[in-house]
Structures are given as structure tokens and as C-alpha cells.
């Protein structure tokens, strides 16, 4: 290295030191580069304007490789000067609470007055002069403090002029002073902004504290409240600054919170509409303020104050109406003052507004069906509990005792069908006559395009939950019961059809919901007896039947409602199926028939609709049916798995009509595969009953069928394997035997086996088929092994013990002489079995 690099490295500055460096030489090319364009601006300015110029002041160009200018090393920011001003008038705020704390004692009275006096008025006065020279933020320092010296002035007042006085009353009036006074300040000194939001926040507490003062009552108390909330709104409304409302507004949101809180709790208490009348008042006084305040407010919160004023105005008549009601009659109370809210949207309040009388009517509307929920969940789950009780008679109690529920509360509960038919008639209303609604409305409402539908679609599930609760809530007999649910099946059925059919897809998918669940509750509270079982799933089968029969043939506006129509159809097709399963099953039992042979009867259902299905070919709802018949099948079998040889009639009748569906083209590749299987577990069912324990009776009928199967597979494709044509039909018989004849002591068996295994061997290699080669030689040799075992122990017996190792050593050297020749005819057998299929 040489000198002047070691030189440099010596005097390389650290990294922090080299960076504001760097800092200062681009500051210093920034100014360099204003002042070059300043410069040529000016020039080319000269150069469009004939005529002498007059040189502008020139500016301080530096020299070339001149030290660049260095910018000021300190700024000074607004954030440093609001941190050093809030600290100063801080540190001033703890002094002058000090002095009035401590100090106070120490002096005369001349020399409080003056001492008080004189600060207050200094802080009071410094502001304006600030302003003046544009000092605002000392000045908003200097105003903070003399806010606080205010305060301590009125506490100094209290303590010296009046201290006999009560101290909340006091406080009360010096409030609602200061709060004056720290009005007129700020309005005087307009560049101010802390004065006015010190006079919102004051003039929060002279009533407040003067009903503290009283010891007033709860009502007083909500009064005041609302008062200032009153004053907060107009200060929100025609404040001046931002800082004001939105102090005003928080404020407002606060009293006016409380007040109506207390009033809401007064009225709910009320056990008399006497009682009522004046938390009403009082609830009603907030509505109009919430009203009034709205309709100034930007949109957002006239939609909030819509929505207060709305639901404090139906709590305002609803309690005095309803504290002379009994109790489960209150919700209704206020339902239907929730529903004449809707009326407000007529007045004019202004579109944000009335939105928000809307959604209360909505909030008060919801509320009041959840409140009608429980009794629905009731009478949908009771009924469950007649699957204990199977054709026991007739329950106790009515439609309260076949749900299980007699003792509910259904006092209370009695409403809720009220509730929900009210709402759903008044949905059903609003969307027969939509268009009518939305003139009558006005501008208030402006729903999107799929409203309308909502709407709709609600409406069935609310008169449906209604009409289910009905017999529980008036404890029908549960014969009447019975009779309600399934006369209300049909018609929500009929609903659901009539809605396909004119389009209103969203009516008829909840429709046929709930005609869905209203068909499982009625079908288990059938269960109670036996006419009623035979009555009401036969009724559900003709209503199903007709649902399906009439959406057969219509044309769908669209693949959406196409795909509903299509739904809807095989679903009701195949409850249909399902509740004729259930009345041959119910048939098999008041015959007295066992479950073993009442499994036949059961099968006549699958067998109708294998020929319903043959009739209706590639109808839509061919396929649901059929699969719902072959569903139905499996009761059957389970009915007689207690009984071998019923189980094989089963089987076989299963078989059957798996066979017949197979004759169309359409339904055999599975059908097929289906019956033979069927056909085979009845044989082996057929079997075991019989006692046969011979695995060849089990297998011979698999390996037939599979062999012909797999003969018509090669006839159609040659090039097919051996393997997949006949490997697994040989396997099924050829394993099995196999392992019995390995196990059987006597020599038929064996015997059969080999000239079976021969016989597939030379066939194998006859027509060159490999797996009919390789299985028949392999079982063959296997079953020649089982027979020569016996005899190779008795002679590896009679021999000496060298004769083993001697003959092993020999087959070793053969082999090693003849070792390349054993790979070649290894590689030739490899390649015959290779070439075979």
C-alpha cells in the first residue's frame, strides 16, 4: 500500500459522522440547483422581452469548488413547540393548584383577591395580544391555563364567600358560569379553539349536579339528562367549529344514552299505565330530540338518530299499553307499535331519517319473532320422543303431553303464534303488493332487486313456524293436532308448488323446507297410534305423489329454477316412496306377522318402483325413484337377517328385480353386476342355512359366472388379458380348494383338485392364455406337493443322515455345469409365458 492510501484510511470518518455528511453535500446541490433554475428562468424571461431589463438582485453564486452551503443545523417544528407550551402550562396548572391548596392560608384577603385576580386576568388577556402576533399556540397554552385558574377561582370563591353552602349546588352554579363565560371568551377571541369545547363539557354538569344536590328521583334524574342532551343537540346542529361538534356530539350520545336508559328501565318497571305515562313522556321527549338532531346530521348518524328516536318512541307507548296487559301479551304490545312506526316514513323528516325509522320498526319486529322462537323449537323436537312409545295410545295431555312438554311455561308462550302469523301475513302482504308498497313509501325505501324475494321466501317459514305452534299453545287434543299438522303439510306443499310454477323460487325452496320438516313432526307424532300411522303417512304419500305428478311437464324459466323444479320433484318423489315403505312395514305389524316374514311385504314397494321406473324411463325423476325403491330394499334385509332362509328369499327377491332393471339398457351395467351379486349372496345364504360346508359350493357359482363373463369379454375384445377375463373367476374357486384339500385327510378332494388344476393347465397351454397356465400349474403342483409330502418323509427317513447334504452338493455341481444353459431355457420360459395373453 502506498502512503497517501494508508494516509486516507487513517482519517476515514465513522459511519455516523460520514453520513450527515453526505446529508449537508446533497442539501448544499439541492440549493445550488434552485438557484441555477431561478437564474435561467429570469434569462430566458430577458431574452422574450425587448427592451432594456432590469437585473434582478443577484444571488451569492458560490465558486466552483467552493465549500457548499450548509443549511441551519436546527428547525424548529410545530410538534417541539406544542410539547414545550403543554409542559410550561402544566408545570403553571400544578403551581397554581399548589398555591390554592397550600399556599392559600398564608395570606390575607387583600392579597388572595389580588393575587387570584391578577393571574386569572393575565391569563385571560395574554391570548389576544398572542394572536395578534400569531403566537397561537402560546396563546392556546396561556387559555388552558387560565381555564383552570377559573376553576380554582370558583372553588376559592366557595371556600371564602360561601362556605356554608352546599357544596353539589355550588358547584352546580359556577358550572353553568364558567360555562358562559368560557362561551363568550372563545367567541371573542375567535383564533381560540380550546375555550368552546371547555364551555360544551361545562355545560354538561350544572343539571346533572343540581338533581345531585336535590337528591332528586330517577325521573329527575333522566330529565336533566335529556335537557342536556337537548342543549348538546342544538350545539351539535348550529355549533361553530368542528371541535364543538364534536364535542357536543359525544356529549349528546352520553346524556342523552343515560337518560333514555333510565327512563326505558322506569317504564319497563311500571306495573301500571299510570306508572307509565310519565317515563314515557320522558322516553318520547328523547325521541324528539334524536328526530330533531337527525334531520340536520349528515347521513349516517340521521340513520342512527332515525333508529333511536324509532325505538325509544315504540318503548314510550308500548309500556303504558302494556303494563295493563298480562304478561305473554306484552311482546305483541310492542309488535304492533313497532309496525305502526312505519307510518313516521310518510313525514318529513328527510330520507335518513325515515331509513332509520325503518330499521327500528325491523329491530322491534325481529326481536319480537325471536321471542316467539322457543315455543317453535318445542314443537318441532317433542315429537321425537313417540319413538319410545310406538302405537302406545293416544298421549295424555293433548298436544302439550305428544310433545313431551307439559311443563313448559305456555302462559307466557301463548303469543308467540300470534307473533309469527301477524309478521307473516304482513310479509305476505308486503310482497303481493310490493310495488304499492314502495309508491306508499316514498324515496325512504330503496331495496335492491332480490328484496322482493327475501321477503317472499320468509314469509311461508314464519306462518309455517306460527301455524305448528298452534295446538301446543291452545293444548289441542292430539287428534286435532294431528289433523292441524297435516292439513298444514299439504297447503305449505301447495305454497311450494304454486311459487315453482309462477317463478318465485325463493317461496318454494323455504316452502318446501318446511314442508319437509312439518312432514317428519307430524309423521313421528303419528307413531302415538295405529289409525293415525295408516291415516297420516297415507295422506303424506297422495300429497308427495301430487307435488311431484303436478311439477311434471313444466317448463322452467331458467337452468336455475330448472335445477329447483327438478329437486323439489325427486325429493317429494321419493318421500313418497319412503312413506309407502313405512305402510307396508305398519301393514306387516297389525297383521302380526315377525319382522323375518314381514321382510317380503316390504319388497313390494322396490318391485313398483322398478316398474314405475321401466315406465317412466329418462324422466328426470326416474332415477330418484329407483334408487329410493333399492333404499327401501335394505329394511328388508335387515327385517330378515334374524331368519336364514327368509334372508335368501330376500336376496333373491332383490335379486329379481335387480334383473329386471337390468333388461334396460340404460340401468345395466350396475343393475347387472347388482343382480348376479344378489343372486350369489341368496345361493350362499341358501347354503349356510342348509348346513354345507364345502367351500366349492360357495365358489363353483362365482367362478361360472365370472368364466362366462369373461369368455363373452374376450369374444368381444380378443386382445383383452387372460388375467382380467378369468383370473379372478379361476382364483375364486382354485385358492379356497386349495386350503381345504391342504387340510383334508382324505384323497377326493386332492384328487379333483389336480385333474381340475390338469385340465386348466393344458387348456392354458393349449390356447395359450397365461393365467389359466400359471394358476392350473401352480395349483397342480401345490396339490402334488400335499399328496408326495408324506411319502418324501418317510424316505428322507429311511436314509442316512449324509445322504442330504450329499444330494444337495450334487444338485449344486449339476447346476453350476449347466448354469448358462438354465439361464437360456429361464430366458426362453420367460419369454413363452411373455408372449401369451
Not at 312438554?405 to 305476505?428: Q, R, S
Request: aromatic share 6%; proline share 7%; glycine share 10%.
Amino acid at each position: 500500500m502506498t502512503a497517501t492510501t494508508l494516509a486516507f484510511m487513517e482519517h476515514l470518518p465513522p459511519p455516523a459522522e460520514e453520513l450527515a455528511l453526505l446529508d449537508r453535500e446533497l442539501a448544499g446541490l439541492d440549493l445550488r440547483r434552485s438557484q441555477l433554475l431561478q437564474r435561467r428562468a429570469w434569462l430566458l424571461n430577458a431574452l422574450r422581452t425587448p427592451g432594456p431589463m432590469t437585473a434582478p438582485p443577484a444571488p451569492a453564486f458560490p465558486a466552483p469548488f467552493a465549500a457548499p452551503v450548509r443549511p441551519p443545523a436546527a428547525v424548529r417544528t410545530a410538534g417541539a413547540q406544542n410539547v414545550l407550551l403543554t409542559l410550561g402550562g402544566l408545570l403553571l396548572t400544578v403551581a397554581a393548584i399548589a398555591f390554592t391548596l397550600v399556599s392559600w392560608g398564608q395570606m390575607g384577603i387583600s392579597g388572595r383577591t389580588a393575587v387570584l385576580a391578577t393571574l386569572t386576568l393575565a391569563a385571560l388577556a395574554a391570548p389576544a395580544a398572542l394572536l395578534r402576533r400569531g403566537l397561537s399556540s402560546t396563546a392556546e397554552a396561556l387559555a388552558a391555563l387560565a381555564s383552570v385558574l377559573m376553576v380554582l377561582d370558583a372553588f376559592a370563591l366557595h371556600e371564602l364567600a360561601a362556605p356554608e353552602t352546599g357544596g353539589l349546588g355550588f358547584a352546580a352554579t359556577a358550572s353553568a358560569v364558567l360555562s358562559v363565560l368560557w362561551a363568550a371568551y372563545g367567541l371573542l377571541l375567535g383564533g381560540l379553539r380550546l375555550p368552546l369545547p371547555a364551555s360544551v363539557f361545562g355545560a354538561q354538569l350544572p343539571l346533572l349536579l343540581w338533581a345531585c344536590a336535590e337528591r332528586a328521583d330517577a325521573l329527575v334524574f333522566s330529565a336533566a339528562l335529556l335537557a342536556t342532551a337537548a342543549l348538546d343537540c342544538a350545539i351539535a346542529v348550529w355549533g361553530k367549529g368542528v371541535a364543538v361538534r364534536v364535542t357536543a356530539c359525544a356529549a349528546l350520545c352520553a346524556t342523552g344514552g343515560a337518560g333514555l336508559l333510565i327512563a326505558l328501565g322506569r317504564s319497563l318497571a311500571a306495573d301500571a299505565p299510570s306508572a307509565a305515562v310519565l317515563p314515557g313522556a320522558l322516553l318520547l321527549a328523547g325521541a324528539a330530540i334524536a328526530l330533531s338532531g337527525a334531520r340536520r346530521a349528515p347521513v349516517a348518524a340521521a340513520v342512527a338518530g332515525g333508529v333511536v328516536a324509532g325505538l325509544t318512541a315504540v318503548a314510550a307507548v308500548a309500556s303504558v299499553v302494556a303494563s295493563g296487559v298480562p304478561g305473554g301479551w306484552v311482546v305483541p304490545v310492542y309488535l304492533l307499535c313497532g309496525g305502526a312506526l312505519l307510518a313516521g316514513v310518510r313525514a318529513p323528516l328527510g330520507r335518513p331519517a325515515g331509513q332509520g325509522l325503518v330499521w327500528a320498526s325491523g329491530t322491534v319486529t325481529a326481536g319480537s319473532v325471536l321471542f316467539s322462537l322457543p315455543p317453535v323449537a318445542v314443537s318441532l323436537v317433542g315429537p321425537v320422543s313417540q319413538l319410545g312409545r310406538v302405537w302406545a295410545g293416544a298421549p295424555r295431555g293433548g298436544a302439550r303431553g305428544a310433545l313431551g312438554a307439559t311443563g313448559l311455561p305456555w302462559t307466557e308462550m301463548g303469543a308467540a303464534p300470534v307473533i309469527l302469523l301477524v309478521v307473516a301475513g304482513a310479509l305476505a302482504a308486503a310482497y303481493r303488493w310490493w310495488e304499492a308498497v314502495l309508491r306508499w313509501a316514498g324515496p325512504v325505501l330503496s331495496p335492491g332487486p332480490s328484496a322482493r324475494g327475501a321477503v317472499g321466501a320468509v314469509a311461508p317459514v314464519l306462518g309455517w313456524a306460527g301455524i305448528t305452534v298452534l295446538p301446543a299453545a291452545f293444548d289441542a287434543p292430539y287428534a286435532v293436532t294431528v289433523a292441524v299438522q297435516l292439513v298444514l303439510v299439504a297447503g305449505v306443499f301447495a305454497v311450494a308448488v304454486g311459487g315453482l310454477r309462477r317463478g318465485a323460487t325463493g317461496v318454494a325452496l323455504t316452502a318446501s323446507v318446511c314442508g319437509a320438516a312439518g312432514a317428519l313432526d307430524v309423521a313421528l307424532l303419528s307413531l302415538a297410534t295405529e289409525p293415525a300411522t295408516y291415516a297420516v303417512f297415507g295422506a303424506l304419500l297422495v300429497v308427495c305423489a301430487a307435488a311431484a305428478v303436478a311439477l311434471d311437464g313444466y317448463v322452467a324459466g331458467g337452468p336455475r329454477q330448472g335445477r329447483v323444479v327438478a329437486a323439489v320433484q325427486a325429493v317429494t318423489a321419493c318421500a313418497a316412496v319412503g312413506c309407502a315403505v313405512v305402510l307396508t312395514v305398519a301393514g306387516g305389524a297389525s297383521l302380526g306377522l315377525a319382522a323375518h316374514r314381514a321382510a317380503p311385504l316390504v319388497l313390494v314397494v322396490p318391485a313398483l318402483t322398478v316398474l314405475l321406473g321401466a315406465r317412466l324411463k329418462a324422466h328426470a325423476v326416474a332415477l330418484p325413484v329407483e334408487l329410493a325403491g333399492g333404499a327401501a330394499a335394505v329394511p328388508a334385509v335387515g327385517m330378515a337377517v334374524g331368519d336364514l332362509p327368509f334372508l335368501a328369499l330376500v336376496l333373491s327377491l332383490c335379486a329379481v328385480q335387480a334383473a329386471g332393471t337390468a333388461l334396460r339398457p340404460e340401468r345395466r351395467p350396475v343393475a347387472g353386476y347388482l343382480a348376479t351379486a344378489l343372486f350369489l349372496a341368496a345361493a350362499w345364504v341358501r347354503l349356510s342355512a342348509s348346513g354345507v360346508s364345502s367351500p366349492e359350493a360357495y365358489t363353483l357359482p362365482v367362478t361360472v359366472a365370472a368364466l362366462v363373463i369373461g369368455a363373452l369379454r374376450r369374444r368381444r375384445d380378443p386382445a383383452a388379458s387372460s388375467w382380467t377375463a378369468y383370473g379372478a373367476g379361476l382364483a375364486a374357486t382354485l385358492v379356497p380348494s386349495l386350503v381345504a384339500a391342504w387340510a383334508d385327510p382324505h384323497w377326493p378332494r386332492p384328487l379333483l383338485l389336480g385333474a381340475a388344476a390338469l385340465v386348466i393347465t393344458l387348456a392354458g397351454a393349449r390356447w395359450r392364455l397365461q393365467a389359466l397356465l400359471v394358476l392350473g400349474g401352480a395349483a397342480l403342483g401345490l396339490d402334488a406337493v400335499h399328496e408326495l409330502a408324506p411319502y418324501v418323509v418317510q424316505v428322507v427317513g429311511a436314509l442316512p443322515r449324509w445322504m442330504a447334504p450329499a444330494l444337495a452338493g450334487v444338485v449344486l455341481l449339476a447346476v453350476g455345469a449347466t448354469y448358462e444353459k438354465r439361464l437360456r431355457d429361464a430366458r426362453r420360459l420367460r419369454n413363452v409365458l411373455g408372449r401369451m395373453r
